[in-house]
């Protein structure tokens, strides 16, 4: 829960860009939940310990370490 809005708190983490806007107006229109992106495994893991989202809809195929890209952030 983010603690300034009181919504929901989702972290994106995926490489695609055009898929970042689909999903931030698809979450914070349509279901009232505050989306934070982020665009590699590296910035997905800062956030994630600084604002410790509700929710965490992650790339399992990000580029950054190949194939096990998401999983490393897993």
């Known amino acids: 829960m983010d603690k300034k ?3 929901p708190l989702i ?5 695609t ?6 999903v931030k107006v698809y979450f914070e229109r349509k279901q009232g939940w505050e989306v934070l992106i982020a665009e590699d495994e590296h910035e997905g893991i800062a956030i994630a ?3 410790q989202p509700d929710v ?3 790339d399992l195929m990000l580029p950054v370490y190949g194939e096990d890209g998401g999983f490393y952030v897993l």
């Open 17 to 22: 860009k055009e898929l970042h806007q689909v």
């Open 49 to 51: 310990k600084t604002r």
């Open 56 to 58: 965490i809809l992650l």
């Open 11 to 15: 972290l994106y983490i995926e490489d």
């Open 5 to 7: 809005t009181d919504r």
